[in-house]
């Protein structure tokens, strides 16, 4: 995969770029500020402006290593200058989810053995479930994790991004925590690393807050078995955003 532009400047919401290739209803665009969706984060929602008018952005496909911004409408625009718009709430949601998940994750490897997660999904209504390789966990236990959780958000720490080469991924334990799925490599081999500082370094596809603080609050909202091993948790933003 190429390396995502919004992965390194997730700030940046309004993007003046090109359509260099179009069909009805979808385009490619020089330069992307999208995010395009994956690892159980929901893709950036936004409009594609130009001199004849605005479509709304309806989704995304992967075509032969290019990204192809589906259309709201079955226009074919033209090779020409265009705003690409991402909403900009939505990716703030997006990102907090994505961070507090996060949390969640270090502070469950550190404290339950090292459990792997078996999935992932954030939601639009700002809930999230996070699917952990636990056969023997108490409930009661796993719930007490939300105030460690949400003091770790009040400490606001720094949430930065690097990359290793691949074949350095499962040489640092702790790297990989999912059971099924790491992160496909750049075009030059590498895997991204999200770091937040002090705290937890893991591979990681998606976009995130520049620190923990910029999140409300979470709740653990339930937790489910599902099967032998699975146990579901479920979060919710507690103050909204």
Known sequence: MSRYFCLDHPDVLTLATEVVE????????????????????????????????EVAVSGFESEGGRLWHLLAEPLEL???????????????????LHTDLHIVNAVVFQDFDGALVTGVQMNEDGTARIDFDLPDADNE??????????????????????????AAVFAEP?????????????????????EIVGLDRQACGGTHLASTGASPPIRILKIDNKGRHNRRLRIGLAGGM
Request: include cysteine; hydrophobic fraction near 35%.
């Open 141 to 166: 236990r796993l719930r007490a994790i939300e105030g460690t959780v949400n003091d770790l958000i009040r400490q606001d720490l720094a949430v930065c991004q690097s990359h290793v080469p691949e």
């Open 22 to 53: 179009a069909r009805p209803g979808r385009v490619v665009l020089a330069e992307s500020p999208f995010y395009p969706g994956g690892g159980g984060q929901l893709p950036d929602r936004g409009t594609l402006a130009w001199a004849g008018g």
């Open 78 to 96: 033209p090779p020409a200058p265009v705003e690409a718009r991402v909403d900009g709430a939505f990716r703030r949601l997006m990102r907090a």
């Open 174 to 194: 702790g790297l990989v925590r999912s059971r099924s799925v790491t992160p496909p490599p750049t075009s030059d081999g590498q895997v991204r690393i999200v």
